[in-house]
């Protein structure tokens, strides 16, 4: 391959970052999806889909 094959066809990829999230009230789970590393759900607080309470997030190693 050289840069004159630019017009090659290719797989692109990117990296995925999704976020497990459990609420500490009903203990529903649900998914985040992000391409970016920075974007870390814990900086901010969360409104339960199932139950609606707004807990603040914590991230915890698995
Ligand atoms: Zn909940």
Do not use: F
């Amino acid at each position: 391959m050289s840069s004159s094959d630019k017009d090659a066809p290719k797989i692109t990829v990117s990296k995925e970052i999704i976020w497990h999230m459990t609420c500490g009230a009903c203990r529903y789970y649900w998914t985040v999806p992000t391409m970016s590393e920075a974007d870390n759900p814990s900086r901010r607080s969360w409104t339960c889909p199932l139950c609606a309470t707004t807990l603040d997030a914590i991230e915890q190693d698995v």
